[in-house]
């Protein structure tokens, strides 16, 4: 189901039509009164037939303005409201070539109708329906010539040139008002675009997230249970410890995920590489800190523990690593983060890329997008002949969130 226009774009429409609906009306005002200082003047009854022609030509123009809604080119409504505008229109130009005095005010209701159909075609029908009006306008006073015989005489009336002008600027002002209509549109359309994406981007923060904390945290839990089912036997009370730090890590993975979900979590980056150099040691690697001084910018801090997080589970889903090394530096212009480690079984290390880039899932691809929207990059390099990986972030200090 589309979405509702906005209340400001209803409200541009309503002024769009009521400028329109002004514009005819004065027009059609004109040209009433200046059939009725002839009909005054002549007392001529085609000429009274003429004006209540016209006023029903005025309300099928002022009614056909609605249509306009569409925009340019937007096509034509039902073919019985079209031939509605132009009957009446047709019959006040045909009757105007009986009334002498009338000739060029008897063409303008014709000119009206065809600049309104015009603006629903395609350009090159909407230039041929103007054209065809301004011939209908300019054959109008020579037909009224012929037929009643008595010579056009252009400003015979007070009002000619008001007429001549207002109908001149007719077509222009119905092509800007539809021109400034569409732009507001398009404006709007791509308003709610711009709303729909900010979504779809929130939820895919989330996602990632989400993935993050249960895919840290499960890989956690399913190390020390298997620790802990190992030693139940050779030692239960270290077995029990075990449990014990599962249940707990269980606990938070639990906590971490209500609060993501009230979007409320913050990561904790000296935290995060505590419980990095844990974990890796429970695991049997021998895991190094070397840390300068953290970066003082929250966005940075919580970019760069989402990469030891996702560091961490592949190092122990994808690797066999023995020696892990997290480095982190910090200079006036960036903030640079190395986690290297020997795991890498030897046929994963002389195929073109890392395993961990190779295996299903989109932790490092997650990470890219996090670290460029605040400016950072991530490097992930293999050195095939010692089995290394290395992966490295850097992000600028004072990091900010681009669009």
């Known amino acids: 189901m589309p979405a509702e226009p906005a209340r400001s774009v209803q409200t541009t429409w309503l002024y769009t039509l009521g400028s329109i609906v002004f514009f005819f009306g004065f027009l059609d005002l004109v040209v009433v009164l200046s059939m009725l200082e002839t009909y005054v003047r002549t007392d001529d009854v085609v000429t009274a037939v003429l004006v209540v022609l016209l006023l029903i030509a005025s309300a099928m123009q002022l009614r056909y303005c609605w249509f306009l809604r569409v925009g340019r080119g937007g096509g034509l409504p039902n073919p019985w409201w079209t031939a509605s505008l132009v009957a009446p229109a047709l019959a006040v130009w045909v009757v105007g070539l009986f009334s002498s005095g009338n000739e060029l005010a008897a063409a303008v209701p014709l000119w009206a109708a065809a600049s309104l159909v015009a603006c629903l075609l395609p350009k090159p029908q909407r230039r041929l329906v103007l054209l065809a009006g301004l011939v209908t306008v300019i054959a109008h006073p020579m037909l009224a010539t012929v037929v009643t015989g008595v010579p056009f005489s252009f400003g015979r009336n007070s009002d000619t040139w008001m007429i001549v002008i207002f109908a001149a600027m007719l077509p222009v002002m119905l092509l800007t008002s539809m021109w400034w209509w569409e732009v507001v549109v398009q404006l709007d359309r791509h308003r709610r675009t ?41 030692d239960p009370a ?14 938070q993975a639990l906590e971490e995920t209500r609060s993501l979900v009230a979007g409320y979590r913050h990561v904790a980056f000296d935290d995060e590489l505590e419980n990095a150099r844990e974990v890796l040691t429970a695991s049997g690697a021998e895991c190094t800190l070397r840390l300068g001084p953290l970066p003082a910018d929250a966005l940075a801090q919580s970019a760069l523990a989402s990469v030891v997080r996702e560091a961490t589970t592949n190092i122990l889903r994808h690797s066999e690593a023995t020696t892990v090394t997290i480095e982190l530096t910090t200079t006036a212009e960036r903030t640079e983060l190395a986690i290297a480690n020997d795991g890498v079984p030897v046929a994963d290390a002389s195929a073109p890329g890392p395993a961990a880039l190779r295996a299903p899932g989109s932790g490092l691809a997650g990470l890219r997008e996090r670290l460029a929207a605040v400016g950072g990059t991530l490097e992930t390099s293999t050195d095939a002949s010692r089995a290394r990986f290395e992966l490295r972030a850097t992000v600028p200090v004072g990091a900010r969130v681009t669009a």
């Open 238 to 251: 270290a077995a029990r410890e075990l449990v014990h730090e599962t249940r707990l890590i269980a606990k």
């Open 194 to 234: 711009a709303a729909e994406l900010a979504v779809t981007q929130e939820r895919l923060r989330f996602a990632s997230d989400l993935h993050d904390i249960q895919g840290h945290h499960l890989q956690v839990i399913s190390l020390k249970s298997e620790l802990a089912e190992r030693m139940l036997e050779i």
